[in-house]
Structure formats: C-alpha cells, structure tokens
C-alpha cells in the first residue's frame, strides 16, 4: 500500500495536481527538506499548491518530472523546472523517504537534495558564493516560508 501512494504521490506531481498530492497525506503528516520544516496536510498542501501554481504559471519553463527507484519507503525524483524568482533553469536531484500510517497515507516525508547545487542553479552567482553558508541556506527558508503563509492565507479566504 505504501509503495501505491508513492506512486500516486509523484503521478500527481506529474500533472501538478496539488489537492490530490495533499490527499497522500494523513492529517498529522510532517515534511521537511532543506527549504521547509511544514506540520500537518494543511501545510504540506499549501506548500505542494504554491509550487504547482508556480509552474503552470510558467508554461514556457520546461517542467518535467522523472520518478524512479521507487521502494516501500523511498523514492528518488528529479525535477526540472525554471525558478520563478529569478527565471533560472533548475535541475534538482532527490531522495524522498516515507514513513505511512496504518491507511497507507504519509506520516513522514523526508527529502534530501543538494542546497549548494540548487541554490547555483537558482540563484546564480550568489548561489554559488553562498550556497555553503548557514546564512543562504535560513534566508532561503525565510522567504519560503513568507510564502507558504500566504499561500494558506489565500487558502483560507
């Protein structure tokens, strides 16, 4: 069962159907990777919402999402897509881990990815100079999260 919502998870990334990516998880699920620290579907939601919006709005931006090494817990995804901040080409490499609760939906959804490449690849030359630094990294989360609240905001109207 585990595995079918992985799978259903990253179908649904394919087609950025975020309502029924939030449907994967259970109410109390956690996320976490080195951009967000999100409790609860309402938040996952609200996050993989903000992030299909940001890439239908961007037609022209290359979206692509390849899914592979799918296992009980884990999966490793690719996503190409161009970052909507600074109109840069991103290619950012994953590895998902999963804990699921007694439905087969996410308790846990842990991804690991590399900050210092993406932020190269996202934000250019500040990402290459300070991508390493404990500084980008919190100034990143900060404007994330600044966003994400709106996003649940706009949700709640």
Known sequence: M?????ERLYAAFERLDADA???CYAETARFD???????GRR????MWRMLCDAVRADPGGGWRL???AIGDASAHWEAHYRFSATG????NVIDAEFDFDGDGLILRHHDRFGFWRWA??????????LGWTPWLRHKVRTQAARRLQRQLGAAAR
């Not at 840069?88 to 290619?91: N, Q």
């Not at 190269?120 to 100079?129: D, T, V, Y």
Request: net charge positive; proline share 3%; glycine share 8%.
């Open 2 to 6: 585990s595995r079918a919502t992985i």
């Open 21 to 23: 990516m939030a449907a």
């Open 33 to 39: 990777d080195a951009v967000f620290a999100l409790q």
């Open 43 to 46: 938040e996952v939601g609200a």
């Open 66 to 68: 390849e899914v592979s």
């Open 88 to 91: 840069r080409r991103v290619h």
């Open 120 to 129: 190269r690849q996202a934000l250019g030359l500040p990402g290459l100079l």
